[in-house]
């Protein structure tokens, strides 16, 4: 049971690491390129593009979370 243990919190770690935004970030992205893969409603190239701007977009997300100025 112990190197169970073990073994999630390595992939914990490794997947989540210190920043749990960017993480759900890259799976949401991912989800939506499957999805649109699925459907067939854009070619190799276009879910390529589609996919590079999704994963920008989601990182600025988390970047402008993580700066934001906190109240109080």
Do not use: E, H, N, P
Not at 11 to 30: E, Q, R
């Amino acid at each position: 049971m112990k190197y169970l243990k073990a073994f999630g919190q390595f992939w914990y770690d490794f997947i989540i690491g210190d920043d749990w935004k960017i993480a759900v970030a890259v799976v949401t992205s991912l989800v939506i390129l499957v999805i649109a893969m699925l459907s067939g409603a854009f070619s190799d190239t276009a879910l390529t593009l589609v996919g590079g701007a999704l994963l920008m977009v989601a990182f600025s997300i988390s970047l402008a979370i993580d700066v934001r100025k906190k109240k109080g």
